[in-house]
């Protein structure tokens, strides 16, 4: 049987989320091969709003099939054929699981160095989130978010990076990704930092507390912080307020529109484990009102209910792409 099977595509069984004006969550789907052969499916992309994340997706899960059949010999096809894992909004990079780059088809130049503790501007730990993400059952795709420069330029840009962990014929252990600059903020990736959050916080309770409110974290990124609260609505983690004595008031709190989207996902959340709410909200730059959307889902330690979530800007496919 196709290896991927037992590695990456063990990676894609994935949540698919129905229209969320009508915040009703579908069943999981499952990827099938249709043979033994060397060809398998394309990964499930339906939980993508935008097409740039979808060719994306593609493209590292592609390479991470070629990579796992052929292994070091592959690596050596990508430095033969550079331009060919470069395109115009990303690039291809293999590393292994102790950091050191084996390939990287943007910045050639650090290939044989190990990457383990470099950070970005912001101080996130980049490879030390990629080993979550790729060994996260939340994140099936590997995202990664954080801030990276672009070959040639000098400042910074925000980064979503998508990766995958293959086994080589060697037996080695490598991962293969590529990442959007300016990327799309796709409601997914919410629901993967939503979902890691609630899992942690059963694993660990009040210990996952301190690293979800952790700027460093994979749980805020550019305008997205994850939040927690108790059933009475007062507020267990929020990056927003950090250490001010004020506290936000989730259920009772409205939008621009003077809609209650918190009191309307926890009646949901009454017979669902996650709800999708669309609000509005003013825009920053346009100073007009802007349509959000929250993923909040319920978990718990210690037969404690927390609700745990995260919004973002309401995808916009039609217009963006």
Same mark, same amino acid.
């Given at each position: 049987?196709?290896?991927?099977?037992?590695?990456?595509? +063990?990676?894609?069984?994935?949540?698919?989320?129905?229209?969320?004006?009508?915040?009703?969550?579908? &069943?999981?789907?499952?990827?099938m091969l249709t043979s033994?052969? !060397?060809?398998?499916?394309?990964?499930?992309?339906?939980?993508?709003?935008?097409?740039?994340?979808?060719?994306?997706?593609?493209?590292?899960?592609?390479?991470?099939?070629?990579?796992?059949?052929?292994?070091?010999?592959?690596?050596?096809?990508?430095?033969?054929?550079? +331009?060919?894992?470069?395109?115009?909004?990303?690039?291809?990079?293999?590393?292994?699981?102790?950091? %050191?780059?084996?390939?990287?088809?943007?910045?050639?130049?650090?290939?044989?160095?190990?990457?383990?503790?470099?950070?970005?501007?912001?101080?996130?730990?980049?490879? /030390?989130?990629?080993?979550?993400?790729?060994?996260?059952?939340?994140?099936?795709?590997?995202?990664?978010?954080?801030?990276?420069?672009?070959?040639?330029?000098?400042?910074?840009?925000?980064?979503?990076?998508?990766?995958?962990?293959?086994?080589? &014929? =060697?037996? %080695?252990?490598?991962?293969?990704?590529?990442?959007?600059?300016?990327?799309?903020? %796709?409601?997914?990736?919410?629901?993967?930092?939503?979902? *890691?959050?609630?899992?942690?916080?059963?694993? %660990?309770?009040?210990?996952?507390?301190?690293?979800?409110?952790? &700027?460093? +974290?994979?749980?805020?990124?550019?305008?997205?912080?994850?939040?927690?609260?108790?059933? *009475?609505?007062?507020?267990?983690?929020?990056?927003i307020t950090k250490d001010?004595?004020?506290?936000? /008031?989730?259920?009772?709190?409205?939008?621009?529109?003077? /809609?209650?989207?918190?009191?309307?996902?926890?009646? @949901?959340?009454?017979?669902?484990?996650?709800?999708?709410?669309?609000?509005?909200? !003013?825009?920053? @730059?346009?100073?007009s009102l802007a349509k959000?959307?929250?993923?909040?889902?319920?978990?718990?330690?210690?037969? =404690?209910?927390?609700?745990?979530?995260?919004?973002?800007?309401? &995808?916009?496919?039609?217009?963006?792409?």
């Open positions: 049987m196709n290896k991927l099977s037992g590695s990456v595509l +063990s990676r894609l069984t994935v949540k698919t989320f129905g229209n969320f004006f009508i915040n009703i969550l579908l &069943p999981s789907g499952f990827l033994c052969s !060397r060809t398998f499916d394309a990964p499930d992309i339906s939980m993508y709003e935008y097409q740039d994340t979808r060719n994306l997706v593609r493209f590292v899960y592609e390479a991470a099939g070629k990579l796992e059949k052929k292994g070091f010999r592959q690596i050596e096809d990508f430095k033969k054929n550079r +331009s060919l894992y470069r395109k115009e909004n990303y690039y291809l990079y293999v590393y292994n699981t102790n950091g %050191e780059n084996l390939f990287h088809a943007g910045v050639g130049g650090i290939e044989g160095k190990n990457l383990l503790g470099i950070t970005d501007i912001n101080g996130k730990e980049i490879m /030390h989130l990629v080993l979550q993400a790729v060994n996260d059952k939340s994140n099936p795709h590997g995202w990664v978010h954080y801030s990276w420069w672009e070959p040639g330029k000098f400042y910074p840009v925000p980064k979503s990076s998508c990766h995958f962990k293959v086994t080589t &014929p =060697e037996g %080695e252990k490598l991962i293969v990704g590529a990442g959007m600059d300016y990327p799309h903020e %796709e409601k997914e990736f919410i629901r993967i930092a939503v979902d *890691s959050a609630a899992n942690l916080i059963e694993r %660990e309770g009040e210990k996952a507390f301190d690293e979800i409110s952790n &700027p460093k +974290s994979a749980y805020i990124y550019r305008d997205v912080k994850v939040f927690a609260f108790g059933p *009475s609505g007062k507020t267990i983690v929020s990056p001010s004595p004020l506290e936000i /008031h989730f259920i009772e709190s409205f939008d621009d529109a003077g /809609h209650q989207p918190f009191k309307r996902a926890l009646e @949901e959340l009454k017979d669902h484990d996650s709800s999708w709410q669309v609000f509005m909200a !003013r825009n920053r @730059e346009r100073r959000k959307v929250l993923f909040l889902r319920k978990t718990g330690h210690m037969e =404690e209910t927390i609700y745990v979530g995260a919004i973002t800007d309401l &995808p916009q496919p039609a217009t963006a792409d």
